[in-house]
């Protein structure tokens, strides 16, 4: 499988673990459970939804874009997109670490999403070197 398909293929895994990610956090809705956050209020809203936004449309503009487009511009915003999202998603994996009481699953899920945009960092970084 070549670089770039490689890198598509990751850059679409990072909205998709997203979504488990908000999913796994509303399942207690279907035992009746609440998943109302104390620390949102209702004006929060509309950056949460721009931010879950931005989080799934870049991806798939660059999932898109490193399999169509092999410029050396491209290349550069891919390892710059792909460290920012390593740090975002070191960031908030260490959000969630710190939570109590501690949510196993949601740690274990963002630690995967963690090490799947290190690589995604990793294969951009490659990308930019191979020429």
């Not at 770039?4 to 999913?23: A, E, F």
């Not at 501690?102 to 191979?130: C, G, K, M």
């Amino acid at each position: 499988m070549t670089l770039t398909y490689q890198l598509s293929i990751l850059w679409m895994l990072s909205p998709i673990g997203l979504s488990v990610h908000v999913l796994v956090a509303l399942l207690p809705l279907f035992a009746g459970g609440d998943v109302r956050e104390a620390s949102l209020r209702l004006t929060d809203v509309p950056r949460q939804a721009r931010m879950m936004v931005i989080t799934a449309v870049i991806p798939m503009i660059m999932a898109v874009s490193v399999v169509s487009v092999a410029a050396m511009p491209l290349r550069w915003l891919n390892l710059g997109l792909a460290v920012l999202l390593t740090l975002a998603n070191t960031a908030h994996l260490f959000q969630h670490l710190h939570l109590r009481p501690p949510d196993h699953t949601q740690n274990a899920l963002l630690t995967v999403i963690l090490i799947l945009s290190a690589i995604l960092t990793y294969l951009s970084y490659l990308w930019v070197v191979a020429e």
